[in-house]
């Protein structure tokens, strides 16, 4: 498990991750993110990470909303 905040951290994820898809056996990803727009930076990390890793591991992305409900993809 990751957390991180791209509003609050400084950080780029997409480096760290990429480094952490590559030198480990990871079967899958799923990034749980809020619905808020600042939260998009999770997804396109993982996103940038998964291609720069240059394996193919399956993901996908859970919504919270503001209210803590899942969104219907």
Same mark, same amino acid.
Do not use: H
């Given at each position: +498990?990751?957390?991180?905040? *791209? ?10 991750? +990429? ?10 990803? +799923? ?5 808020? *727009? !600042? !939260? ?17 591991? *399956? ?5 919270? +909303? ?8």
């Amino acid at each position: +498990t990751l957390v991180g905040c *791209p509003k609050l951290d400084s950080a780029d994820y997409s480096e760290k991750l +990429t480094e952490i898809l590559r030198e480990n056996d990871i079967k899958s990803v +799923t990034v749980v993110r809020m619905e808020v *727009p !600042c !939260c998009g930076g999770l997804e396109i990390a993982a996103k940038t990470a998964l291609q720069q890793s240059g394996k193919f591991i *399956p993901w996908q992305v859970v919504t919270v +909303t503001v209210d803590g409900w899942l969104v219907e993809e």
